[in-house]
C-alpha cells in the first residue's frame, strides 16, 4: 500500500491519511496570526495609543454546507460583538489600552448626522482596506490616511486612536465536514482586518490581519489568542 | 468485466449525468418567454410552497432590514421613505398580499445607482438611483421591477436552485476526486474541472431570466397604475450613461446586458404601447420630481464625492443648478468641480472601452485617491483641468455667496480651495467667516485645526 509520501507503511501498521494528518496539523496550530504592521509614528514612540475608540465591527460568517453556503446573520452579529469585546480585552490586558465608550447618536437630526458620520467613515475605511491589503508594508512607511474629515466624528477628546474591525469566516455542516475530509480539505476560519487610525490626523497606524481555524462562532480562546498575536508588536500605553 | 476494469466507466457515466442534471434545474415555475409573447398578469407566484430552507432564507433577511437601518445605510428621511411608500402602493393592487411579505420602501445612503428586492418585501433604492433618474415614472418602473422579484418570488427560487447546483459541484468535486489514472482518468479530471464552470454558467443564466421576467411584470405594473410604461425604457438608458466607466461586461453576469435589456424592452412595448405620454406632461413630472428630491440629491452628492465618484457628483449637480440655481445647489456644483481637480469632467470614448475601464479598476484598486490626484497632476492635461476646475469652482462659489440665503459653507469650500492654491491668507480669512457664520458645524474642530496649521506655515 502506497501513500502520498512514498512507500512508508511496514506489514501492521497503518498508513496515515493526508485528510487526517491536515486536522492535526489544524489542530496544533489552532490559531495563526500573520505580520503586524506599524506606522513609523509609533515604533518611534511619537505617537503613543492610551486611549482608543473601537467602532461597530462588521464581521460575516456563513454555514458551509454541501448545497452552498448559508447566511448566518444573528450569528455574525454576535461573533462582532465577541470581537469587538475580546479586541478590548487584549488591549487592556496586554498593552495597558483603555477603550472609551463611542457616544451613541441621540435622537434628534443631530442623531442622524452623527449616524451617518461614523457610517461614512466606515466605508471610507472598505475603500482604503483593499488597498492596504494589497501593499501592507506601506502602512509602515506611512502611506496610508483617512483625512483630517475624522475629526467630524467628534470623539471623545482623548481618544488617541479608532479602531476598525472586518472580518469573514466560515463554519462547516458535518456534512461539509466529511466531504472536506475526503475530497476538498477545505476549513472552518475566520479572517480578520483590523485597522488603527489616528483620531487626531486620520493616519492608519497599525495594521494586523489575525487568522483564527477553528468554528469562529464557538472558538473563543482561540480567537483571544489569535488577536495577542495579531497586536504582538503594538507598544504599550506607558 | 472485472469490477475493477468497470470503475473508469462507471466514474465517468457519473459525470456526464450530473452535468447533464445540472442543466435541467431550472425550476418549472419560471417560464422563458419569446422576445414578443406577452407575460401573464403580474401577480404573486401562487404555487409557490414555502418550504424549510425558504423559511430560513426568510429569516436571515428580517436580520438584514435591521442591521441596514443601525448601521446607518438607510436615509432617515420619514418624507422620502413615504414618497417611495406612495409610489409603491400605487403598483401593487390592495388584494395583492402574498404571504411572508411586508411591503416596505426605502432609501438607501449610496451614490451607486442600484435598487434590490429582499424576498420579505423589502425594497431598497439607492439615493445615487433616485438623484440619476428624471420622473417619478422613472423611480415607479425601478419599483415595478423589484416587486416582481418579491411577487414572483425569484429569490427563494434561486435560492433553490443555486443549493442544487451547489450539491451537484460537490458531488462532481468528489467523484473526479476518485478518478483512476491514464487517459480516461485524464479526461474525468477534466470534465470535473469545467463542469462547474458549466453549472455557475447556467446559474448566471437563470438569473438572468428572472431579470427579464421582473423588466417585463415591472411595464405591465407601471401600465396598470397609470404610469408612463416607455419610462422603464428611458431608465435602462440613464442606467446605460456609465458616468464614472465602471460597467464592465463580464463573462458571468447576473443581468443581462442594459443594451439588451433597452432592446426587448422596446420590443414588448412597442406591441402594447397604448398609453404614450406627452413630453409636456413628462417635463411637468420632471419638475414636481426633482422639487420634491432636491434634499436627497444633495446628500447624494455628498456621498458620491465621499467615495471618490467626482464626475457623477458634477454630472448630478449641474442638474440641480439647471433645475434650481439657488445658493446651495451652486455650492455643491463648486464643491464637485474642486473635487474633481485634475480629471477630466467626462470620460473620452477611449476611455470607455472595456480594456480600458478594466485598467482603470485595477488602478482605482491600487491609488488611493490623493495619490491618483498627484500622479494626474504631473501631467500636462491633469495640470490643465485642476486650474481650469479650481476656477470654475472659485466662481461657483462666489456666486453662491452672492446670492439669496447664501450657505455659510461656501466659505468653506472657498478656503479649501485657496489651501490648495497655497493662499494661506486668504484660505484663513475664508475659514474664519464660514466659522462666525456656522459656529455649532459638526466640523468646527477640523477647521479650527486647519486654521492653526495654516498660521503656524505662513509667515
Not at chain 2, 467626482?310 to 449641474?318: D, E, N, P, T, W
Not at chain 2, 443648478?321 to 445658493?327: A, L, R
Request: with cysteine; glycine share 6%; net charge neutral.
Amino acid at each position: 500500500m502506497t501513500s502520498v509520501f512514498g512507500n512508508i507503511t511496514k506489514p501492521g501498521l497503518r498508513p496515515i491519511n493526508p485528510a487526517i494528518l491536515l486536522l492535526l496539523i489544524v489542530a496544533i496550530c489552532a490559531s495563526t496570526a500573520r505580520a503586524q504592521y506599524l506606522h513609523p509614528k509609533v515604533t518611534k514612540r511619537e505617537t503613543i495609543i492610551r486611549n482608543v475608540i473601537i467602532l461597530p465591527a462588521r464581521i460575516e460568517v456563513v454555514r458551509d454546507s454541501m448545497k452552498g453556503p448559508e447566511g448566518m446573520a444573528a450569528e455574525s452579529e454576535t461573533l462582532s460583538a465577541r470581537v469587538e469585546e475580546a479586541v478590548s480585552s487584549v488591549l487592556a490586558d496586554k498593552h495597558g489600552i483603555k477603550r472609551l465608550p463611542t457616544q451613541a447618536p441621540s435622537s434628534t437630526d443631530g442623531g442622524s448626522q452623527e449616524k451617518y458620520n461614523t457610517a461614512d467613515f466606515q466605508t471610507r475605511f472598505d475603500q482604503l482596506l483593499p488597498k492596504i491589503i494589497k501593499r501592507r508594508g506601506d502602512v509602515k512607511k506611512g502611506r496610508f490616511s483617512m483625512g483630517d474629515e475624522v475629526l467630524n466624528l467628534n470623539l471623545d477628546k482623548s481618544a488617541d486612536a479608532i479602531i476598525f474591525i472586518r472580518g469573514h469566516g466560515q463554519k462547516l455542516t458535518s456534512g461539509k465536514q466529511a466531504f472536506s475530509v475526503l475530497v476538498s480539505g477545505e476549513k472552518a476560519f475566520l479572517k480578520m482586518q483590523i485597522g488603527i487610525v489616528d483620531a487626531h490626523s486620520g493616519e492608519v497606524l497599525l495594521y494586523t490581519d489575525p487568522i483564527l481555524v477553528g468554528d469562529p462562532t464557538t472558538a473563543v480562546a482561540r480567537l483571544r489568542s489569535a488577536l495577542e498575536k495579531g497586536f504582538k508588536k503594538l507598544p504599550p500605553a506607558s | 468485466m472485472k469490477s475493477k476494469d468497470a470503475r473508469p466507466l462507471v466514474v465517468g457515466l457519473v459525470c456526464v449525468s450530473l452535468i447533464g442534471a445540472a442543466f435541467r434545474v431550472t425550476p418549472a415555475s419560471v417560464k422563458l418567454l419569446p422576445q414578443d409573447q406577452t407575460p401573464p398578469a403580474s401577480r404573486a407566484n401562487e404555487d409557490f410552497k414555502f418550504g424549510k430552507v425558504d423559511l430560513e432564507l426568510l429569516e436571515q433577511v428580517n436580520l438584514l432590514d435591521g442591521r441596514f437601518e443601525r448601521e446607518g445605510l438607510v436615509l432617515d428621511d420619514e418624507a422620502t421613505n413615504s414618497y417611495l411608500r406612495r409610489i409603491g402602493e400605487v403598483l401593487v393592487s390592495r388584494e395583492m398580499k402574498p404571504e411572508n411579505v411586508t411591503w416596505r420602501f426605502r432609501a438607501l445612503r449610496d451614490p451607486q445607482p442600484n435598487a434590490f428586492a429582499l424576498p420579505n418585501g423589502s425594497i431598497y433604492v439607492t439615493t445615487g438611483l433616485m438623484s440619476l433618474v428624471d420622473n417619478e415614472s422613472q423611480l415607479a418602473a425601478v419599483l415595478a421591477h423589484e416587486m416582481t422579484h418579491v411577487m414572483r418570488r425569484h429569490s427563494y427560487l434561486e435560492n433553490r436552485s443555486n443549493r442544487k447546483k451547489f450539491l451537484t459541484m460537490n458531488v462532481i468535486a468528489a467523484v473526479g476526486a476518485y478518478s483512476p489514472g491514464g487517459a480516461v482518468g485524464a479526461v474525468i479530471t477534466i470534465a470535473t474541472t469545467i463542469a462547474p464552470f458549466i453549472v455557475i454558467a447556467t446559474m448566471f443564466g437563470y438569473s438572468r431570466e428572472l431579470e427579464r421576467e421582473a423588466d417585463l411584470k415591472g411595464i405591465d405594473m407601471m401600465i396598470h397604475a397609470e404610469y408612463a410604461p416607455e419610462e422603464m425604457v428611458n431608465v435602462m438608458s440613464l442606467l446605460n450613461k456609465d458616468i464614472e466607466g465602471e460597467n464592465l461586461r463580464l463573462f458571468y453576469n447576473d443581468h443581462p446586458s442594459l443594451d439588451e435589456r433597452i432592446k426587448y424592452l422596446s420590443h414588448y412595448l412597442g406591441a402594447r404601447a397604448d398609453k404614450v405620454t406627452s413630453q409636456m406632461e413628462l417635463n411637468r413630472e420632471r419638475a414636481a420630481y426633482f422639487q420634491t428630491m432636491q434634499p436627497v440629491m444633495r446628500h447624494d452628492i455628498q456621498l458620491a464625492i465621499n467615495t471618490g465618484r467626482f464626475r457623477s457628483a458634477v454630472y448630478l449637480a449641474q442638474r440641480l443648478v439647471d433645475f434650481h440655481s439657488d445658493s446651495e445647489n451652486v455650492f455643491w456644483l463648486a464643491e464637485s468641480y474642486r473635487n474633481l481637480g485634475p480629471r477630466p469632467a467626462q470620460l473620452t470614448n477611449q476611455e470607455l472601452t472595456n480594456s480600458a475601464k478594466k485598467d482603470a479598476a485595477k488602478k482605482r484598486e491600487r491609488r488611493t485617491i490623493e495619490e491618483e490626484d498627484r500622479e494626474l497632476l504631473g501631467t500636462p492635461a491633469g495640470q490643465e483641468n485642476s486650474r481650469l476646475h479650481l476656477q470654475q469652482a472659485e466662481e461657483l462659489y462666489v456666486r453662491a455667496l452672492s446670492l439669496e440665503n447664501p450657505v455659510p459653507v461656501a466659505h468653506r469650500g472657498l478656503g479649501m480651495l485657496y489651501e490648495r492654491l497655497d493662499r494661506a491668507t486668504d484660505a484663513v480669512t475664508e475659514y474664519q467667516k464660514y466659522m462666525e457664520l456656522a459656529p455649532a458645524s459638526i466640523d468646527h474642530e477640523r477647521i479650527q485645526k486647519r486654521i492653526e496649521i495654516l498660521r503656524r506655515s505662513s509667515p
